[in-house]
């Protein structure tokens, strides 16, 4: 009894050398020291600012929308130093960390003023607070959009050149969305989906690619949209957007981007050139076609693809128009004129042939 007495004496010896604020005696479950001038030993009144922290993150996330949100905090090392040093000297365990409990104050603060939750699974917002420089980030969750497109110009390539300055990554320069440009189906489909979220960059998946002079018609190409950082997770999209040159398709908000290579389908038009007149006799060549193809490139890579259906019209003494329904992925232009790929056209019908143009009249994902 006597000795217990002694070393209670002594912890309140050693405690009256350390003032400790109300949060950190509290939270140590330690005797409240006699107010003074000086600072907390442990958080040097790091509790005292959360409140204006909160106030000013508050502010900024006027211009967002969500429903639940979680923090994270930088604080220098040194406060963890002499919160263990407190924790050792009175022998104290089983409570939280000073770090813990700055975050979990700055959170409940941050909750009640937005009227929100604190979600530490799956937030839509991440709010990162850093102490030792008094500045805070706000990160939102990213929105998938799945959508199709038409396209009906000859004159837009599918791809967006990214800006020569940043290369992609966002900078003053392109007003920190990456594009060098919007005139393209990525860089329309982008420019319009940056004003429908409030967010500055937005990252396109196309199911498959066309040339510059190709159409996409029918159901449309399918592509999905990763929109970074938006501000408007809640917008309602309008079912069929007109842009220029381009059309929006079946657009809708998803979970997630399915993992991995989607298969597809298509439903081509090729309209082809050839040297010379080609008998009916050597066009039907076509369509005894094995399948699956092979279809070897330099003789090295190899792809296996498939061809479903396909049908041939003369349109002129040269020049044919071909129907086919294949496997996404086989490099049309390629295996109508290219002599580094087998099979090829200009071999099966014994002349030389050239792609005028080819475009989309349907494409169908296998599920």
Request: aromatic letters at 8%; glycine letters at 4%.
């Amino acid at each position: 009894m006597k000795n217990q007495k002694t070393a209670q004496n002594d912890s309140s010896k050693n405690l009256e050398k350390h003032f400790l604020c109300n949060f950190c005696s509290s939270r140590l479950k330690l005797k409240k020291t006699i107010q003074t001038k000086q600072k907390c030993f442990i958080c040097k009144d790091i509790f005292e600012r959360i409140d204006n922290f909160a106030t000013r993150i508050v502010e900024d996330l006027v211009s967002y929308d969500f429903s639940n949100f979680e923090t994270g905090i930088i604080i220098k090392p040194s406060l963890m130093d002499r919160d263990d040093h407190i924790k050792s000297e009175f022998q104290i365990k089983g409570v939280n960390s000073v770090k813990t409990k700055i975050n979990h104050e700055l959170s409940r603060r941050i909750a009640r003023k937005t009227k929100t939750k604190i979600n530490h699974i799956d937030a839509d917002l991440v709010i990162k607070v850093n102490f030792k420089d008094d500045s805070y980030k706000i990160q939102s969750k990213s929105v998938i959009v799945y959508g199709r497109y038409i396209k009906k110009s000859r004159m837009l390539p599918q791809k967006q050149l990214n800006c020569i300055n940043c290369l992609g990554k966002g900078c003053h320069v392109c007003h920190f969305h990456g594009l060098e440009n919007f005139d393209s189906v990525e860089g329309q489909i982008t420019k319009f989906l940056i004003k429908k979220f409030g967010c500055e960059q937005v990252r396109i998946n196309c199911i498959g690619g066309e040339e510059k002079s190709s159409l996409v018609l029918g159901n449309g190409r399918p592509f999905f949209a990763k929109i970074i950082n938006p501000k408007k997770r809640k917008s309602i999209i309008r079912t069929k957007p007109k842009l220029e040159g381009i059309k929006l398709l079946d657009l809708r908000k998803i979970s997630e981007q399915p993992k991995g290579q989607i298969s597809f389908k298509s439903k081509i038009d090729i309209i082809i050139k050839t040297e010379n007149y080609v008998k009916n006799k050597t066009l039907n060549n076509l369509q005894i076609l094995e399948m699956p193809l092979q279809i070897s490139i330099n003789g090295k890579k190899t792809v296996v693809k498939k061809i479903y259906k396909i049908n041939f019209k003369r349109l002129a003494s040269k020049r044919l128009k071909i129907n086919m329904y294949a496997d996404g992925g086989i490099p049309i232009k390629s295996l109508i004129q290219n002599h580094e790929i087998t099979p090829n056209f200009t071999h099966l019908l014994q002349d030389n042939c050239q792609c005028v143009q080819f475009d989309f009249k349907k494409i169908d994902v296998v599920s």
